[in-house]
């Protein structure tokens, strides 16, 4: 493992530790990573840590800040202090979707649009961050209608990414943190991971069923009868597990401007004394005008409204599928090498010593540097 930097709020590098006696790192393809390390309680390593607050490596691109700081005493070793920093990326919970948001069309400008409006340029500008930028579009081709108000922000954008398979980062670059999207390679007819290769030590296998949920009764605005209710998903008898999910925050009322910047190509038309707002002959929205022609309220239509409940139930049945996952120590070195030949979020191959072989991403590395040495543990998640 590479040396650490210690960065202050500007984000220049101001120290590096090159003597530590532990470190844990564990970058998360699309969760927030953690970090720990443990340096001698001097009082230089005192002043360092004091005057920073972000931990990085010269050969990873994961940036902790620091959150915790502890001292542990030990006659044998002497004095310790424990450094505890979380991935930048949980900046983004700082943020909430403070107003109603409706949102037509690719999932990874909805995103972009979540992190502009409320941290590159917000209408308020004491939610600004004015060194985050965002990396170029990836070119993901997924496409969303959905409403959100309220959310924070990171954990809307992580369970986008879980729903779609794409990892997602903060990085920092030139006094700027970067957010960036990405997928991992599928390297799965290359790289395979099992005992009889001696390129893994351990797997512990799982499968858990316990939170499986396959039917979505999604509630929307309304009372009683009245209620809008709409359901996805498929299952019978003994195989059907139902989610109730109550969406009553989902309007079918929004803004105006939230209407046309959704739908930009619209055009109002006329019908038994009814406007509508149609894009290409289809109506998406009622308007209700004033004596002076204004727009005074917008009514989603109930297809454009249901269409919208259910982005929201897909979204809560992300959270309820069966798990299968590996987790296992990598001996390092043999075979294959990380970074080269596999990365965080890439997929592979591993068969443990019951012949059970799948197609998994890695979702997680946990890398620890201690007085034994360098170990490097994946944690692979089910793709298929």
Not at 2 to 23: G, P, Q
Not at 144 to 160: A, C, F, M, P
Request: charged content about 30%.
């Amino acid at each position: 493992m590479e040396d650490v930097c210690l960065l202050d709020e500007e984000l220049n590098r101001k120290h590096i530790i090159d003597t530590y006696s532990n470190i844990i790192w564990a970058n998360r393809y699309n969760e927030v990573g953690d970090c720990e390390l443990v340096i001698p309680a001097t009082e230089d390593n005192f002043n360092k840590v004091k005057e920073c607050k972000y931990i990085s490596r010269t050969d990873d691109d994961m940036v902790c800040e620091i959150k915790k700081i502890e001292i542990k005493t030990d006659e044998e070793n002497g004095n310790q202090f424990i450094i505890i920093g979380t991935d930048i990326k949980e900046m983004l919970n700082q943020r909430i979707v403070e107003k109603q948001t409706n949102f037509n069309g690719l999932v990874e400008d909805y995103i972009r649009k979540l992190i502009i409006d409320s941290i590159i340029n917000p209408t308020n500008p004491d939610r600004k961050i004015k060194n985050f930028i965002l990396d170029d579009k990836v070119g993901f081709t997924e496409k969303i209608r959905e409403q959100v108000t309220y959310d924070y922000v990171g954990d809307k954008i992580q369970n986008l990414c879980k729903q779609y398979g794409w990892g997602y980062k903060v990085t920092v670059d030139d006094g700027n943190f970067i957010f960036s999207l990405y997928k991992g390679e599928d390297k799965s007819e290359y790289v395979t991971f099992s005992e009889d290769y001696d390129n893994i030590s351990t797997t512990d296998y799982s499968k858990d069923d316990s939170n499986i949920k396959n039917v979505a009764l999604i509630a929307g605005e309304g009372e009683g009868v009245a209620r809008v209710v709409t359901s996805i998903g498929a299952g019978k008898g003994i195989n059907r597990h139902e989610l109730y999910v109550d969406a009553r925050d989902v309007s079918s009322e929004i803004d105006y401007d939230e209407l046309v910047n959704s739908y930009p190509n619209g055009k109002e038309k006329i019908i038994n004394n009814v406007i509508y707002y149609q894009v290409n002959g289809a109506n998406i929205a009622v308007l209700t005008k004033d004596d002076k022609g204004e727009v005074t309220n917008v009514q989603l239509c109930r297809n454009v409204y249901i269409e919208s409940l259910k982005n929201t139930g897909h979204e809560k049945m992300s959270e309820h599928k069966s798990v299968t996952s590996f987790a296992g120590e990598v001996i390092v070195g043999v075979n294959y090498i990380y970074k080269q030949d596999y990365n965080l979020g890439s997929i592979v191959s591993i068969v443990n010593e019951y012949g059970i072989s799948i197609k998994v991403r890695i979702s997680e590395i946990l890398e620890n540097q201690d007085d034994n040495g360098y170990s490097m543990q994946p944690t692979f998640e089910n793709v298929e």
